[in-house]
């Protein structure tokens, strides 16, 4: 377990739900990825992932999934791609992510509290 932050050490950190609008092959990363449009609603609009998840997902299999992701992050470069949240997930026993996603449809937007 990492070290204990505070409740508003978790409230710093912007996660939101929204739904993937498009999905393409990112053959130009170092390691394997997938291109994410994610919408994340009015307030956010539609932002760009690079999301290392190729090992269960299928860029077909993506659009209309909605995930988590951090959008508070600053931008982060990788290749030719600019990544403007971090989609997040979880390793499965070999190493290889998982994504995370609500158990029911949210509205695209909604914070993770």
């Given at each position: 377990?990492?070290?204990?932050?505070t409740?508003a050490?978790f409230?710093?950190?912007?996660?939101?739900?929204?739904?993937?609008?498009?999905a393409n092959?990112?053959?130009?990363?170092?390691?394997?990825?997938?291109?994410?449009?994610?919408?994340?609603?009015?307030?956010i609009g539609v932002k760009k992932?690079s999301a290392?998840?190729?090992?269960?997902?299928?860029p077909?299999?993506l659009?209309?999934?909605?995930?988590l992701?951090?959008?508070?992050f600053?931008?982060?470069?990788i290749?030719p791609?600019?990544?403007?949240?971090?989609?997040?997930?979880?390793e499965?026993?070999?190493?290889?992510v998982?994504?995370?996603?609500?158990?029911?449809?949210?509205?695209n937007g909604?914070?993770?509290?």
């Amino acid at each position: 377990m990492s070290e204990q932050i505070t409740y508003a050490d978790f409230e710093r950190v912007d996660i939101r739900v929204g739904t993937v609008v498009e999905a393409n092959p990112f053959p130009e990363a170092r390691k394997p990825a997938i291109k994410l449009l994610i919408d994340f609603g009015d307030e956010i609009g539609v932002k760009k992932s690079s999301a290392q998840i190729t090992v269960h997902y299928q860029p077909e299999t993506l659009v209309g999934r909605q995930v988590l992701a951090v959008v508070n992050f600053p931008p982060r470069q990788i290749g030719p791609f600019r990544s403007e949240v971090l989609t997040l997930g979880f390793e499965d026993e070999n190493g290889a992510v998982a994504l995370a996603v609500p158990g029911l449809s949210v509205p695209n937007g909604r914070k993770l509290i």
